[in-house]
């Protein structure tokens, strides 16, 4: 695997074509190894990029001590035999004209209100500067591929958005970088997150969305969880559900022990 460092490297770089972009903020697990392998399989050559995005995080919120493993990652990404890793510079998100993306006034744009403007900045630059035929995306963050998806179209970018499924730990927790902030006890506990929406999935063919909204979020608060939103929405558009609406999101986030975890579950109709 070639490492490149900088982005004058990465221009000069010649990828065999049709080639995917798997971009990431690194302290790799399967979740991101998904989206690495589904590459693999599909495109002549991969690309992944790890880069802890400042622009992305609140002033409170966790960058500084956002998990970094670079060596443990390289080395993950090596047995998959991705063919380019690409670490930019740290100055990367710096004199960037900030992005105001659709979509992200519901959510994780509420308790996050610029999270999205950074994701949208930074993989707007990813995508000018690679040009890659495929970007990856895992619908563990439904409302960013959302967004990600939307911007290319209305942009007219000629890198397609792939969204894949979410890898869950065995308790059905979703696995993400920030578990690693829990002990192995919590993350047990924490698969009932997946229990609870896999619930409101099925209670949906037979109740109203408001009862199936509360009866899922007594049931969380009772098991000691912090609610930050749990939302029942059409998946297309993140509004109401209306009699148009063929695919439902039921979306959740809550905080466990100072850790905010998300999750979602799609309900096609
Ligand atoms: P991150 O490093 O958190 O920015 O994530 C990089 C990419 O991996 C994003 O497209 C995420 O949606 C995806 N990802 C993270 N966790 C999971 C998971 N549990 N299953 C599938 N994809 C994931």
Redesign the pocket.
Same mark, same amino acid.
């Given at each position: 695997m070639q490492i490149i460092k900088s982005c004058s490297a990465l221009n000069s770089i010649n990828f065999q074509k049709p080639f995917a972009f $798997? *971009?990431?903020?690194?302290?790799? %697990?399967?979740? %991101?190894l998904?989206?690495v392998k589904f590459a693999k399989e599909n495109y002549s050559e991969v690309i992944t990029s790890?880069f802890v995005?400042p622009l992305?995080f609140g002033k409170n919120e966790d960058f500084a001590s956002y998990p970094k493993t670079l060596d443990k990652d390289i080395q993950l990404l090596e047995d998959l035999d991705c063919n380019y890793l690409f670490l930019p510079e740290p100055n990367f998100a710096e004199n960037l004209e900030v992005i105001k993306p659709n979509f992200s006034d519901v959510l994780c744009g509420l308790s996050r209100p610029t999270h999205f403007d950074g $994701?949208l900045t930074i993989i707007d630059k990813f995508l000018r500067l690679i040009k890659p035929n495929a970007c990856?995306?895992?619908?563990?963050?439904y409302q960013?591929?959302l967004i990600i998806k939307d911007y290319v179209n209305k942009k007219k970018l000629r890198t397609e958005i792939i969204?894949? *499924?979410? $890898?869950?730990e065995n308790s059905g927790l979703?696995?993400?970088?920030?578990n690693n902030y829990l002990s192995k006890d919590d993350r047990e506990h924490c698969g009932i997150i997946y229990s609870c929406i896999q619930n409101a999935a099925e209670s949906l063919k037979t109740s109203p969305v408001k009862i199936v909204i509360e009866k899922a979020t007594d049931f969380l608060e009772n098991a000691g969880f912090e609610i930050d939103y749990l939302e029942v929405i059409d998946a297309n558009n993140l509004s109401l559900i209306t009699k148009k609406t063929n695919k439902i999101l039921i979306a959740v986030a809550v905080i466990y022990k100072k850790v905010r975890l998300i999750d979602n579950i799609i309900v096609s109709l």
């Open positions: $798997v *971009p990431t903020m690194g302290n790799l %697990h399967e979740g %991101h998904s989206l790890i995005n992305q $994701v990856l995306f895992g619908l563990k963050d960013q591929q969204s894949l *499924p979410i $890898v869950r979703a696995m993400s970088s920030r």
